[in-house]
């Protein structure tokens, strides 16, 4: 250590400074209390910084300290990790001068948090496809199923007593078994890349629907 450093303690071995795990440990405790519910960081942080944490916090406190742990992959610039040390990062305002917030959700979305991610021009354009893609999608499902509301007020019963023909039922399946897809995806660690495929597929099958019927029953589109 440095001699004009002033926090120090004395120890058998010399002077010593409290080491960043027990800084960690003692400074979350301090905020949150004895039980952490869920604890995140870099997936580099599990071993030794996470475990000598739940180490200290465990033998203090006598009980689990951590109720769950979200460890993110690293972010990486052509393949090398994004750090300071390198000074191959990118900070918000340079990202935003040539991408939106949007295009960065749809980045994360895209990939599952715990798996590296490459920062490229290809992987941020893909994001933004995407993202116009759902938003453009969105504003004409909008438009029809506005268009489908206005014939309905003009013939409501004729609307509302048709009976649902084979390919509504289908179609109604298959919606209810990507929402329960999308559901245990998201209960298995937040799998937000099998969320949006699935997303994608909803697209296909109700653009296929809408295509080929001049008067769905309300409470489908709905």
């Known amino acids: ?89 990118i900070t918000i305002k340079q990202y935003l001068s040539e991408y939106d917030s949007n295009t960065l959700r749809w980045f994360c979305l895209m990939r599952s948090f715990h798996s590296p991610a490459d920062y490229t021009k290809e992987a941020l354009s893909d994001a933004q496809a995407l993202g116009l893609k759902f938003d453009q999608w969105l504003r004409e499902m909008k438009n029809r199923i506005d268009h489908f509301y206005r014939l309905q007020e003009k013939d409501t019963e004729n609307l509302i007593s048709r009976r649902w023909n084979e390919a509504e039922h289908k179609l109604y399946s298959e919606i209810m078994e990507i929402q329960n897809v999308i559901r245990k995806a998201l209960q298995d660690n937040f799998n937000t890349a099998l969320c949006v495929h699935q997303l994608q597929h909803i697209m296909v099958l109700l653009n296929s629907y809408i295509d080929t019927t001049q008067q769905p029953p309300p409470e489908l589109i709905h």
């Open 1 to 89: 250590r440095k001699n004009n450093e002033k926090l120090f303690y004395d120890s058998p071995w010399g002077k010593g400074r409290p080491g960043w795990h027990i800084e960690c440990s003692a400074m979350s405790t301090s905020v949150f209390g004895r039980t952490l519910d869920i604890h995140s960081g870099g997936i580099d942080l599990i071993f030794p910084h996470h475990e000598n944490e739940l180490a200290q916090c465990g033998a203090c406190f006598g009980h689990q300290w951590v109720n769950y742990f979200l460890h993110t992959g690293h972010l990486s610039i052509s393949g090398l990790k994004m750090s300071k040390s390198l000074k191959n990062f």
